[in-house]
């Protein structure tokens, strides 16, 4: 079945730092990808997300391109902050028109920023 | 507007006992998930509606586990005689159709204890 393997964490950088946490997926069809992003005592909210291959999803500084032939949407950011601490999860939604779109969800990356 | 919203935001029981968990959606959402976030198994898929049937309850657990949605709207997910390893934060998410490229919205969750 379908499924998203993210890089285990913690990752602690130093603020201003370039991050890059990988993401690999299996999917039959055509799936959307997300990343969620978790902070500290609040929901999961939606970081960025590209619905086709080469798609580049940005917000917030962070981007991620939808690559098919390496089945990768590896997220990164040129200069941390120590608001960025958080808990990010890679996942995917099922692309072949099933009965259903639940996310499948990785096993999510603890980011901590030092000052 | 609002988003997505759901009580309790923290319930403690015995082992034994039912409980109900509430999710309101955002108006209009015609797609509504519920998710499990527990430290061993991460956040897993329960169940699906789209408008007031469930064409998905693949991810329920067990036959003590079970939802309804009336109206479109609310939804309530009620785990029968509950065990310890019921433990975790149930999070429910709508979104706007049944598309995978649709942003699934979440709500703050609800902590169960089940001690």
């Known amino acids: 079945g379908d499924s998203v393997t993210q890089m285990e964490g913690p990752v602690t950088l130093s603020e201003e730092a370039f991050l890059t946490i990988n993401c690999t997926y299996t999917?039959?069809?055509?799936?959307?990808l997300f990343w969620y992003v978790q902070y500290p005592g609040e929901g999961l909210q939606l970081l960025l997300k590209?619905?086709?291959?080469?798609d580049k999803g940005s917000n917030k500084g962070f981007e991620a391109t939808y690559r098919k032939e390496t089945t990768s949407f590896h997220l990164e950011k040129g200069s941390v902050q120590v608001s960025d601490s958080a808990v990010y999860f890679c996942a995917l939604t099922g692309g072949y028109g099933g009965a259903t779109n639940k996310l499948i969800f990785g096993t999510g990356t603890l980011l901590a920023v030092q000052p | 507007g609002a988003g997505v919203s759901q009580s309790p935001s923290n319930k403690v029981t015995e082992k034994g006992k039912d409980v109900e968990l509430r999710c309101d959606p955002i108006?209009?959402?015609?797609?509504l998930y519920w998710y499990r976030q527990s430290l061993g198994q991460g956040l897993e898929f329960l169940i699906y509606?789209?408008?007031?049937?469930?064409?998905?309850k693949s991810g329920l657990p067990s036959d003590r586990f079970s939802a309804e949605r009336t109206g479109g709207s609310v939804s309530t997910l009620t785990i029968q005689r509950t065990q310890q390893e019921d433990s975790a934060v149930y999070l429910c998410a709508s979104s706007s159709s049944r598309r995978g490229t649709d942003t699934q919205y979440f709500g703050p969750g609800t902590r169960l204890t089940v001690l």
């Open positions: 590209a619905t086709k291959a080469d």
């Open positions: 509606f789209q408008g007031n049937s469930a064409p998905d």
């Open positions: 108006s209009g959402h015609t797609a």
């Open positions: 999917a039959t069809g055509y799936p959307s």
